[in-house]
Structures are given as C-alpha cells and as structure tokens.
C-alpha cells in the first residue's frame, strides 16, 4: 500500500524519555537504531515527543532531567547523519517534510520541571519547547492530573493561580496548551482561560471507554470549538477492556465517535505508544511501522481520501500553523 501521499503526524510519544535512558547506559543513535526504521515504515513526518519525568525524578531532579533529554536529542540528531531535526517552527516543519526528514518537536508532558517559576516557561520555549502538556496524571503547581487522588488529600482542584498565569504566557509564547492528562476541572478551567485553539495530544473517548484521561462528549466538542485536535491514542489502558478490540479495529471506534461528534476536522493521530518500556504488548498499534495498515483499514471503513489527509497530519498541522 502507498502511503507516500500522506502528511503522518505522532502528536505524542515518549521518545526522549527512553533515549535518555538509554544514552545513560552509554549507548549512542538510539533513535537511528531503535525507531527510524518503524517511523520510515509508517512513512511519519513528524513526531512531537514529550519531556516526561518519572517519578524517581520528581521533584528535586526534574528540570535537570528535563534538559538532559533535550540534550539528549542534540546527540541524537548530530549522530543521525542528517536524517533528524528538531522543528521550533511551521518553517523548521515545512523544511522536514519537504526534504523527507524526521522532524521532531518538543512537549512538556506535565510543567514539573519549572516548579512555580514562571520565568522557566522562557527558558524551555528558547530551548524549542512549544507543547505545554499542563501536568502528567499526578498533581504539579499548574493543576491536577486527571489519576491525581483526592482521598490523599481530601481535595481535588483545577487550574491554580499558577496555572492560569502559566495557560496566558504559554500562549503569549506561542506555545500550544495540551489538556491530556488533566482532570476535568482543570480542563474545564483551560477552556475558560484560554484564547486560542487547544489540543488534547493523546487522549480517547471517555463514553467508549470509561478512564478519566479520556475525554467526555461535552469535553470533545469544546476542543472542537476552540478549533483544536484530539489526538487518538493507541495505549491500549485506554482504548478498550475487550481485548478483541485493542487493535486498530479499536483505534477506529474512537476515530468514528469523534468524527461524528464533531467532525473528521478535530481528529488526529497522537498514539503514546508504550509497548517499549514494558514486558507485554499492550498497545493497540504494533509501533509506527503499522499505520499504513491503519490507512488502509480506514479506507476499507468509507473515509475518503481527503478525510484520511486530515486525520493523519493536516488537522493537527492546521493548528501548528495558527501559532508557531
């Protein structure tokens, strides 16, 4: 199947975290010889990976960790022989997908690495940061996280005060907010306080699959207001608990109940795919190599070709080009 037409964009993956891991245990091109064989399979263009912290990093180590997979990427790329770049603007992305390089862009996956220092935001968007994925699951000074357990503390809350002012510099910045991971109260408040379109990364459909870090209808249809993207995610903990369905079968319910929710204009792809730091396959996309089977089974399920484009790149980048 020919899948060189299509614009393929992964708003999610945690690609650095494992890197830097791996760099630490001195091995070198780990994205040359661990990944780039699946992205060119999978024909991707573009891959924003996050700048998640573990929790062992939390709180002492995660601006510390947080630079060294930044650094990390530099090593990589130098080590790529030209076949990676990082991407800080539609200029850089342009770039990428006209001379079929892989070009990647940086998230936060929680703002755990600038504590409650405002001033952070600055440094990490001058490094090339241009995702604010608010928080992880867990609680940060911006908000709480959509698995953040109120029986530790008797409270559960939305945005803080910090995170109001974090949601209006990001913006001013030019970085674009991701509500993944945050609890409804919290998303609720974003929808509030924000002004331009926002994106939830990596994120399903909560009426097909109750977890909290899916989204709901009435939460669906006000990214889709906002003018943002929903990226559809294939870690199976949150596609289905029928496991004749966490497949790409799967992936397609949820890509139907968004688009018929609120049109095929507010889905994308955005797989968090995780299979890489466990046992088991567990995700629903056997790695990127797989979504031209994907494209195909789209196809096969009545989307037109130009519908198709939108959900494998164009959406997502239409809102890039609102605001890098």
Known sequence: MNTDNYLIIDAHFDLLTYVTERRKEGKKQVIMN???DDFKKGKVNIIVS?????????????????LDQIASLHYEIEESEGKIMLCRNMKDIQYAIDNQKLGILLSFEGLDPIGNDLYLLKVFYELGVRFAGLVWSRRNYVADGAFFSEVETGTEGGLSSFGVKIVKEAERLGMLIDVSHLNDSGFWD????????????????????????????????????SGGVIGINANGMFVTDNNSENN???????????????GVEHV?????????????????????????????????????????????????????????
């Open 268 to 324: 994308g792809f955005g797989f968090d795919l995780c299979d890489m730091f466990r046992d088991e396959q567990v995700d629903s996309l056997n790695t990127h190599k797989e979504i031209p089977v994907l494209i195909e089974k789209l196809k096969e399920h009545g989307y037109t070709e130009t519908e198709i484009k939108k959900i494998t790149g164009e959406n997502f980048l239409r809102v890039y080009k609102s605001i890098l």
């Open 248 to 262: 790409i079968n799967g992936l397609i319910k949820h890509i139907d109940y968004i688009a018929n929710l609120v």
């Open 50 to 66: 996050s700048l998640f912290i573990s929790e062992k990093y939390i709180p002492e180590m995660a601006l510390r960790n947080a």
């Open 190 to 225: 974003v929808i509030k306080f924000a002004t331009k379109p926002i994106i939830a990364s990596h994120s399903n459909v909560r009426k097909l699959f109750n977890s909290k870090r899916n989204l709901t209808d009435e939460q669906i249809k006000a990214i889709a207001d």
């Open 34 to 36: 661990r990944f780039y």
